[in-house]
Every structure is written in structure tokens, then in C-alpha cells.
């Protein structure tokens, strides 16, 4: 059974609207085939014994009739005295077993009813390809005569059943495909909402509409996407709160600081108070990339967005080169292009103390740019790790060597708006490669990001 199983589950369809669709139509066609199996069976018994009962009142004229004829005028009427069971001759036949086949023995107890007690008769079956028998009597001037039947199970099927019952089975299976994309529909609909539900988690609100059940389930749905939207939109604006809040008691302790004497103490806390001003920063760009104003999709030269902001690297003395393989007007956002090329960028510099950006044209028409530097590069293990927020590959709270550990989170957040992808690689050669995968966006979509 297990290997049974295992068989069906190999050969079944992927998909529910196939399985839904075979099961609908297997059963549908087993049905109809019994119903015209059980039809067929129950019309031919009808038939046979309408047959027997004609029989027995034929057979008896037939037999009354050929004894008053005389004997010369016999033969001339046999051929007007046939039918389409049964022929008769005036001859004695051959012998042979005795019947046992079901149809025989019912048409032998009508001709049994028909010629007794007028006439003596034996019966004998034929043998052959299909079911045959003889009755043979004598007439009452001691002619034999045989009467040869071919028992019929029924009358002959019409020529047009096979194309009814074709177009039967046609009408069943468009009614199963009708019924089955109905009862799928609202499941589409379902994972066409939640694929829909984009990176900034806004609710997509799915149809509340069609059977008591679909209506039902829609509701839920859209509730759940609301408390999700609901719970995230709480839990961003703490985080801008908390990070906002905080830069004015940070102001307020430079201002001491800068009263005070010049001393080393002076100066590690006011490196502190950096640390801690740049730490919410990041926490507010992180919750704007998360939840913050809408930016519409336009056309815009990427290759030469990335030119100038290498120039702008450049002319404040960091070592950023840039390289075009070719380029051409893409729609995008490009406030969120620039913040993400500009963290990747930061973070090359930090690392490497160098950073080359690449441009390339898709095959699909997107853009894949490359931020390429020489520094030691990040373990295989960590290389999704360094995208959670808060997440460093040193232990240390130290700015200068740890970082926030927000950069790279608000980087991918911010490739996700984009229609795209941020992955990490390290270089066969040495240092690491950030690639950001862009795919074009309507120019009437917009979505939020930070400004």
C-alpha cells in the first residue's frame, strides 16, 4: 500500500486546480460510464424479454401454420416465417450438448410454453463463436423441422451513442474546469495579495467579495495585515522616537563639554558623545527607510547619478573610482539609489580605505552595480548576518572598528523598495563585493522611502 501510495503521489499533478480538476473528471466519467453501463444492461433485459414473449407467440403460429400447409408449399412460406432470432428448416439439424448458456435457457422455457403439448421437441446448443441453439420437432405428417435461434442480448446500439457519450464527457469536463477554477480563484487571489505585501509591510487589501467562506477567510486576511502594519508602524516609531529624542540631551552635553577645559578626559567624552549622536542617526535613517515619505519612480541616468557621486567622494579626498559598461535611462527611485550606493560606499572606505563602483546593463533591462573594494573581506558564515540590524562582525561598541551595525540593514531595505536585491561576495582576488541588482519600476508606482 505504502508503495501504492508513494506511485500516486509521483504521478498526481503539482498544482491543486489540476488534482481538483482529475478527481472532479475521473469521478464524473466513472459515473457516467456506470449509469450507461446499468441503461445498456437494463434496456437489453427489457428487450429479451419482450423478445421471449413475442417468441412464444410466433413460434406457435409458425408451427400451427406449416402443419396445415401441405407438403409441397412448405418450403415457399419458411423464408416468410423468419425473423431476426430465429430461421426455420425442414430438416432434422444436428445434435449436440445440452444448453446451459443463460440466454438460451430463457428463450427454451418460452419455446417449451409454445409447443407443449402439441408437439415433442429436444434442444441442442451449437458450437461457435456466439451463442447458438437448436430446437428440433416434427410436424404432425412426421416432417422434422429444425428452428434454428441465435439468442440477441438486445438491440443494436445507434451509431451516434459514441459521439453523445464523447460530448457528454466534454460538457463534464468543461463544468469541472468551470467549478474547480472557482473554488481556486479566491486562493490566487489570497497569494497575489500576500506576494503584493512589499517591504514597508503596508496592507494590500484583498477583495471581500464571492461565497460566505471566500468573504469569511478575506476578512481575516486583511485583518492580520493590519495588526502586522499596525504592530511594525509602533515599533518604527519608537525607534525614531528614541533616536530623535536622544540628539537633543547629546547637544545639551556638547555645549558642556564645550565650556569645559581642554583636557584627555574632555576629549574621549566627546568622542563618545559622537558615537552616540551618529548611533541615532542611523536609528532614524533605519526607521525612515522602514516607514518614511513617498518617493515616486521617474527615468533617471544611473550611470551618470553614480559619476557625480564618485566625483563628490573624490573632491573630499576618498579614493572612489567609477566604471560604466554602457547605460541608459532607467525608472527608479533615486533618493534610495543614492542612499544605498552611498552606505555601501561608506562602508568600502571604512574597511578598505578604497571603493570602485561598476555599472552594467541586465539582460532584462535592470542594472547591476558593484561596489568593489580590497579589504579583508567577511566570513562565508556572516555574510547574511551583517544585513540584520545592529548585527557586527566585531564585539567591540567601538565606532571606529565596530560600527552601528545599521548601515548595511538600511542598505537592503532600501534595495528591496527598489524592486531589487543587495547580496555580498567576497572576491577570489581579495576584499569584498557588494552587488545591487535593480530591476525597472513603473513610473506611476511609488512606495516609501527616505527622502
Known amino acids: 500500500m505504502k508503495r501504492i501510495a508513494t506511485v500516486l503521489r509521483t504521478l498526481a499533478p503539482a498544482s491543486l486546480f489540476a488534482r481538483l480538476s482529475l478527481i472532479l473528471l475521473a469521478g464524473l466519467a466513472a459515473a457516467q460510464f456506470l449509469s450507461a453501463t446499468l441503461a445498456i444492461e437494463e434496456r437489453n433485459d427489457v428487450n429479451m424479454g419482450a423478445m421471449i414473449d413475442y ?61 407443449t403439448p402439441g408437439h415433442a421437441f429436444s434442444a441442442h446448443a ?10 428440433h420437432l416434427r410436424l404432425a405428417d412426421g416432417q422434422p423441422l429444425t428452428v434454428d435461434f441465435r439468442p440477441r442480448r438486445g438491440l443494436p446500439l445507434s451509431e451516434r451513442l459514441p459521439y453523445m457519450l464523447a460530448g457528454q464527457l466534454a460538457l463534464l469536463a468543461l463544468a469541472c474546469w468551470l467549478a474547480v477554477r472557482l473554488a481556486i480563484r479566491p486562493l490566487r487571489t489570497l497569494a497575489d495579495a500576500a506576494d503584493a505585501l512589499g517591504p514597508d509591510l503596508r496592507p494590500v487589501r484583498m477583495p471581500e467579495q464571492g461565497p460566505s467562506e471566500v468573504v469569511a477567510a478575506a476578512r481575516a486576511f486583511n485583518a492580520m495585515q493590519q495588526r502586522i502594519a499596525a504592530y511594525v508602524d509602533e515599533r518604527l516609531r519608537i525607534l525614531a522616537a528614541i533616536s530623535h529624542d536622544l540628539q537633543t540631551p547629546i547637544t545639551r552635553m556638547r555645549l558642556r563639554l564645550d565650556l569645559m577645559d581642554e583636557s584627555p578626559q574632555q576629549q574621549r567624552l566627546t568622542d563618545d558623545l559622537r558615537h552616540l549622536e551618529d548611533l541615532a542617526r542611523q536609528g532614524i535613517g533605519y526607521a525612515r527607510a522602514m516607514h518614511g515619505q513617498l518617493e515616486p519612480a521617474r527615468a533617471i541616468d544611473p550611470g551618470g547619478l553614480l559619476d557625480a557621486m ?45 571603493a570602485h563602483i561598476e555599472m552594467a546593463r541586465a539582460a532584462d533591462g535592470g542594472v547591476t552595480i ?77 512606495l516609501k522611502v527616505n527622502a
Do not use: C
Open 55 to 115: 417468441v412464444e407467440v410466433d413460434l406457435r403460429t409458425a408451427v400451427a401454420l406449416l402443419d396445415r400447409l401441405p407438403h409441397e408449399e412448405r418450403a415457399a412460406w419458411l423464408p416468410r416465417l423468419e425473423r431476426g432470432g430465429y430461421r426455420f428448416a425442414l430438416a432434422a439439424g444436428q445434435a449436440g450438448p445440452a444448453l446451459s448458456a443463460p440466454h438460451s435457457m430463457r428463450l427454451l422455457a418460452s419455446v417449451a410454453r409454445a409447443l
Open 126 to 135: 451449437v458450437d461457435g463463436p456466439v451463442e447458438r441453439f437448436q430446437v
Open 310 to 354: 564618485a566625483l563628490d567622494y573624490r573632491d573630499s579626498g576618498a579614493d572612489v573610482a567609477f566604471d560604466s559598461q554602457g547605460g541608459a535611462p532607467l525608472v527608479t527611485r533615486p533618493g534610495a539609489l543614492r542612499r544605498v550606493v552611498t552606505n555601501l560606499v561608506d562602508n568600502a572606505l571604512k574597511y578598505a580605505g578604497q
Open 370 to 446: 558593484r561596489v568593489l573594494d580590497k579589504g579583508p573581506g567577511i566570513p562565508e558564515a556572516a555574510l547574511e548576518q551583517v544585513f540584520e540590524p545592529f548585527y557586527r562582525l566585531e564585539g567591540s561598541r567601538n565606532r571606529d572598528t565596530g560600527g552601528t551595525g545599521l548601515g548595511l540593514a538600511i542598505a537592503r531595505q532600501l534595495a528591496l523598495t527598489l524592486g531589487g536585491g543587495l547580496t555580498l561576495h567576497n572576491r577570489p582576488e581579495g576584499g569584498l563585493e557588494a552587488r545591487l541588482l535593480l530591476r525597472p519600476l513603473a513610473p506611476a508606482a511609488q
